[in-house]
Nanobody
Framework: QVQLVESGGGLVQAGGSLRLSCAAS????????MGWFRQAPGKEREFVAA????????YYADSVKGRFTISRDNAKNTVYLQMNSLKPEDTAVYYC???????????WGQGTQVTVSS
């Protein structure tokens, strides 16, 4: 079982930055791919970014490419999402997820709210 706890959300003005953190329990964190997703009010949950177990590969949604950076620290069992040049359309609840097997996001955090004011 893996528990994920997000933090770092908040209210920021457009153009500002935030860094989200996701702390994971479990000794096998370093073997999991990790991802960030978000869900805005009235919309479906959407993929934001993902990172391989080693950190050697990263993937981004087109809407955040060049503005967001995903990273991980396996020694701290933590994955990060650095969000720069934030836009009002980035407003959403952001969720951390873990993929232990390479084909499905099996574990989810409770989410952290990010609100970007114009």
């Amino acid at each position: 079982q893996v528990q994920l706890v997000e933090s770092g959300g908040g209210l920021v003005q457009a153009g500002g930055s935030l860094r989200l953190s996701c702390a994971a329990s479990g000794r096998t964190f370093s073997s999991y791919a990790m991802g960030w997703f978000r869900q805005a009010p009235g919309k479906e949950r959407e993929f934001v970014a993902a990172i391989s177990w080693s950190g050697g590969s990263t993937y981004y949604a087109d809407s955040v490419k060049g503005r967001f950076t995903i990273s991980r620290d396996n020694a701290k069992n933590t994955v990060y999402l650095q969000m720069n040049s934030l836009k009002p359309e980035d407003t959403a609840v952001y969720y951390c997820a873990a993929d232990p097997n390479g084909w499905s996001w099996d574990y989810w955090g409770q989410g952290t709210q990010v609100t970007v004011s114009s």
